[in-house]
C-alpha cells in the first residue's frame, strides 16, 4: 500500500485561486435621468428638482472620488460602459466580481 502525498500548492497556484471582489467601483451615469425609469412615482418630483444636493464641503482629501484609469475618454464617464468596465478595470486588475457604488456623493452625504 503506497501513501501518495498531494504536494504543497505553489504561491502562484494559489494566486491564481484567489477570487477577488471590488466592493467600491464608482461608476458614473450620463444623467441623473437615468434614474427615473426604475424609481417609484413618489421620487420623480425630487429628480425634477434637481435631484440629489451636494454638501456644502466635501472631504478635503477625497479629490474627484474615481480611479483616473476608469474614466473612459470617449463619454468622460467613470465605468459607465459595462464592456469598457470589464476590459479596462476588471480583467486589468484581476477582478472577479464588481460591486457599483456609484458616483453620486451627494446621495450620500446630504441634500441641498
Do not use: C
Not at 464641503?57 to 468596465?85: C, F, I, K, Q
Request: charged share 25%; no cysteine.
Amino acid at each position: 500500500m503506497a501513501l501518495t502525498m498531494e504536494r504543497e500548492a505553489t504561491f502562484a497556484e494559489q494566486v491564481a485561486k484567489l477570487r477577488l471582489v471590488d466592493t467600491d467601483i464608482h461608476n458614473d451615469l450620463p444623467s441623473i435621468e437615468e434614474l427615473r425609469p426604475f424609481l417609484a412615482k413618489q421620487w420623480h418630483p425630487w429628480l425634477d428638482s434637481g435631484g440629489p444636493g451636494t454638501a456644502a464641503r466635501y472631504y478635503a482629501n477625497m479629490g474627484s472620488g474615481r480611479m483616473d484609469d476608469a474614466v473612459r475618454e470617449e463619454d468622460g464617464l467613470a465605468a459607465g460602459d459595462p464592456d469598457w468596465t470589464i476590459q479596462q478595470l476588471m480583467t486589468k486588475y484581476r477582478i472577479d466580481i464588481g460591486i457599483l457604488t456609484g458616483s453620486g456623493i451627494g446621495l450620500s452625504i446630504q441634500h441641498g
